[in-house]
Each structure stands twice: as structure tokens, then as C-alpha cells.
């Protein structure tokens, strides 16, 4: 399985934006790169998924390079809602598989 | 609220006993997905049931089962228990639409075994 390689950890101050990398080096084709992201004492929830193109939708942009080997979730203006593990996944068949994400924490 | 649902949140039992964990996903999605989530492996797929049917493996035990009914919810069943069973169950249902699957998940049910 294509693998995500994400920092463990960053820090945002609120409403400033934040940019949470992952790098995907042998993606396949056919993977779609989802982002999930798991409040504290909650189950993951669902962010934003994309196969070539930019997306964006009201929780946050999903911007993909060009050779879809990293993308980037960004979110506009963070508050103290979004201090969350964020998971970036490869996924084209019926698993998938998390990694260990990035933990935000987000500063008053 | 994602709209899936699992009974129970929380469950405390001994080691060597069985404990079935339930699930019901959205309402008109067919596949439902389990996982566990410890401390140190985190979440971890475990198995797939699509319309009654199982559709793709993960890392489950063999003391570990599930099956999807008729009406589309979902048990999984533990059994044996060992300490290292402790850990929250996430189950979760999905939607396909033109551009991929999305997976909802549940709130969890917090099994902590003594």
C-alpha cells in the first residue's frame, strides 16, 4: 500500500491559517487522497478528498501538486475547534489505512 | 452528529470473556467499516461488511468476528479477552458518490478489559 508521510505535530495561532503537509511519493493512479481528522474523545470526521484537482469545500481547501506525489490541507482561518489529529490517506480499494497524522494545536 | 450509531459507549469486562459491540450506520449506506484505535497502534482497520456481506480484512484476530444483518447494522464480537483488547471500537458506514468513498464514523465504544 502507498504510503502518507505527515509531521507529527504543528502549532496554529486562531483565525490565522494553516497549511498541514503530506507527502505521498508512490501514489498510484488511482488512490484518492483523503483528509480525516479526529477531535479529542470523538471518532474521525470526514474533511475533504481529491484525486488531481484542487478542491475545496466549507471546511477547508485541498491543494495537490502537480505530480500528486504530496498535497496539502489547508484551513483558512483555524479556530480552537480544529486542534485535532489530522490524517492524510491514500486510498483505492476498501481499507484504509492511518497513519499516525499530525496533531494541531491551535493558540488563543 | 455523523448519524451512525454504537451501543454501548462504554464496556468493562474480564479477561477470557465475549462482548458484542453494535453499530448501525447512516441511514441507506451498505457497508460498514470496523476499527480499533490504542494507545500505541492506532487506528487500525479491522474488517468490511458491504450489504451483508464481507468485503475486505484488516488486521482482526481470529477471537474477533463481525456480521451485518438484513437491516444493515452491524456486531462485532470479541471474545477471550486479553488485556490488550482495551482500546476504543469505531465503526463506520460510507457513501460512494462520482469522486470516491467518504467514511462516517460513530462515536466508539470504550472497551476496557481487567
Known amino acids: 500500500d502507498a504510503k502518507t508521510t505527515q509531521p507529527n505535530s504543528m502549532e496554529s495561532n486562531e483565525e490565522e491559517p494553516v497549511h498541514l503537509p503530506c507527502n505521498h511519493s508512490t501514489i498510484s493512479g488511482t488512490d484518492y487522497i483523503h483528509w480525516y481528522r479526529q477531535l479529542p474523545s470523538q471518532g474521525p470526521e470526514y474533511v475533504i478528498h481529491g484525486l488531481t484537482s484542487n478542491v475545496n469545500n466549507r471546511m477547508a481547501s485541498l491543494a495537490i501538486a502537480e505530480d500528486r506525489k504530496s498535497s496539502t490541507l489547508i484551513l483558512h482561518r483555524a479556530t480552537l475547534r480544529d486542534a485535532a489529529v489530522y490524517y492524510c490517506?491514500?486510498?483505492?480499494?476498501?481499507?484504509?489505512?492511518f497513519g499516525a497524522g499530525t496533531r494541531l494545536t491551535v493558540k488563543p | 452528529d455523523s448519524g451512525v450509531t454504537q451501543t454501548p459507549k462504554h464496556l468493562i469486562t474480564a479477561t477470557g470473556q465475549r462482548v458484542t459491540l453494535r453499530c448501525s450506520p447512516r441511514?441507506?449506506?451498505?457497508?460498514v467499516y470496523w476499527y480499533q484505535q490504542s494507545l500505541d497502534q492506532g487506528l487500525q482497520f479491522l474488517i468490511q461488511y458491504y450489504n451483508g456481506e464481507e468485503r475486505a480484512k484488516g488486521n482482526i484476530l481470529e477471537r474477533f468476528s463481525a456480521q451485518q444483518f438484513p437491516d444493515l447494522h452491524s456486531e462485532l464480537n470479541l471474545s477471550s479477552l486479553e488485556l490488550g483488547d482495551s482500546a476504543l471500537y469505531f465503526c463506520?458506514?460510507?457513501?460512494?458518490?462520482?469522486?470516491?468513498?467518504?467514511?462516517?464514523f460513530g462515536p466508539g465504544t470504550r472497551l476496557l478489559v481487567l
Open positions: 490517506i491514500l486510498r483505492n480499494n476498501n481499507d484504509m489505512r
Open positions: 463506520a458506514s460510507s457513501v460512494v458518490s462520482t469522486i470516491g468513498e467518504t467514511q462516517y
Open positions: 441511514s441507506g449506506d451498505l457497508s
